[in-house]
């Protein structure tokens, strides 16, 4: 035998390998470009009238694509090396048509639906009714700890994903708020820091009583679990990025692009920087988002908690982003704003590793591990400043 014909036979085996890699990088190579509509996600039963639901331009150019494979797969793209993958979790990106680009987002449908509820939703009229509603505190009563344990259990800490990676379970709530407490431990953080980040965003466990609340007057069974019954399908209690309310938004603020859709934005009392206040008249007398946060400020102020006014301050402001991150409503703050200004903006700062902390496949928190930390340390500072007791809701 020649040794023509071993190489004629190489290069058959070869050309055959070859195709073979190629037909498999295809595979990968070609994605399918599935666009993500914003007016997709509106509810039949939505209040918005028929021409509030067609896009802004701006809203339009920050809807969501996903990068589809053939092996039903999706492209994504790490945020610190920037590296492409692909994931079975949907993943989305962002289009820039004047150059052409796609940017990965760690945005989600879910996360824009929000957004664009609130927006739509949360006028001074809406705040108004929904303080009327709340701060009468006709919930019930209920002690923080039994709020952990009974209801931030059923609750996820994440409540924007699309997906959850199938080896690892969402942790939940209760989850959340001991490890945002414990980075303020570990941070060397005064107690009542410690405290408010334990209790941060317990606001909402809030839809939880509201429903149990609801069937007691109806012959609805008692809810065993979190859901949002509202019936404009906004979860208020979710801690997401806020703004005051009765004055104009910033031109940065967190979804800009649906402010659209607010009525108090063709509303001449509302359309100025004071608005419907007197300039600095101090945050503390301006009407927030009403969100979990704003409801646990008010209700741990009804039930007389001692926390210092600067630990209060940073659990109803850290969600105002505009204020802390970018120097808004410089005509509505005081002397007493720009005091507690830095010590909010490092709270947020700490709970936003607390929250990227415990979806690092950390696990969900034991029974056993929570009981431990209440009982040997939380409980004592929650006595100290007077919510350790029951508490109206």
Not at 255 to 283: K, V
Not at 327 to 333: F, I, K, R, S
């Amino acid at each position: 035998m020649s040794d023509s014909d071993y190489d004629s036979e190489d290069s058959h085996s070869e050309s055959y390998d070859s195709k073979k890699r190629m037909n498999d990088t295809e595979g990968w190579c070609q994605f399918k470009l599935c666009r993500m509509s914003d007016s997709d996600y509106d509810s039949e039963d939505s209040s918005a009238s028929n021409d509030t639901i067609v896009p802004a331009p701006v809203a339009q150019r920050k809807e969501l694509w996903m990068l589809l494979t053939k092996h039903g797969t999706y492209l994504t793209a790490d945020p610190t090396t920037h590296a492409l993958s692909s994931t079975k979790i949907p993943s989305f990106w962002q289009a820039n048509k004047s150059n052409l680009t796609l940017v990965c987002t760690r945005d989600t449908p879910p996360r824009r639906m929000h957004y664009r509820q609130k927006w739509l939703t949360q006028t001074v009229e809406y705040v108004r009714t929904m303080r009327e509603t709340y701060l009468s505190f006709q919930l019930g009563c209920m002690g923080l700890r039994t709020a952990l344990d009974t209801i931030a259990t059923s609750i996820p800490c994440r409540p924007f994903c699309l997906v959850e990676d199938e080896e690892q379970e969402c942790p939940s709530l209760r989850s959340l708020c001991y490890r945002t407490a414990e980075e303020a431990r570990r941070s060397g953080q005064p107690d009542w820091v410690q405290l408010v980040a334990l209790l941060h965003d317990m606001g909402r466990v809030v839809a939880w009583l509201d429903a149990r609340a609801s069937a007691a007057t109806t012959t609805k069974t008692e809810p065993t679990s979190y859901s949002c019954s509202a019936e404009d399908g906004l979860d208020w209690t979710i801690a997401s990025r806020s703004r005051i309310v009765g004055c104009a938004a910033p031109n940065q603020a967190t979804f800009s692009e649906f402010r659209h859709l607010n009525s108090d934005e063709s509303d001449a009392r509302y359309s100025t920087l004071e608005g419907m206040y007197h300039p600095h008249i101090g945050l503390d007398h301006t009407w927030l988002n009403w969100t979990g946060p704003e409801y646990m400020y008010h209700m741990l102020q009804r039930n007389g908690c001692t926390i210092p006014e600067e630990g209060m301050s940073m659990l109803r402001y850290f969600s105002l982003g505009d204020w802390h991150e970018h120097d808004e409503y410089a005509t509505l703050t005081n002397e007493d704003d720009e005091d507690v200004k830095y010590f909010v903006s490092d709270f947020d700062r700490m709970r936003r590793r607390a929250w990227k902390k415990c979806g690092e496949r950390t696990g969900d928190l034991s029974d056993k591990e929570c009981e431990a930390l209440w009982e040997g340390y939380y409980a004592a500072i929650a006595d100290k400043y007077n919510c350790g007791g029951d508490l109206k809701w």
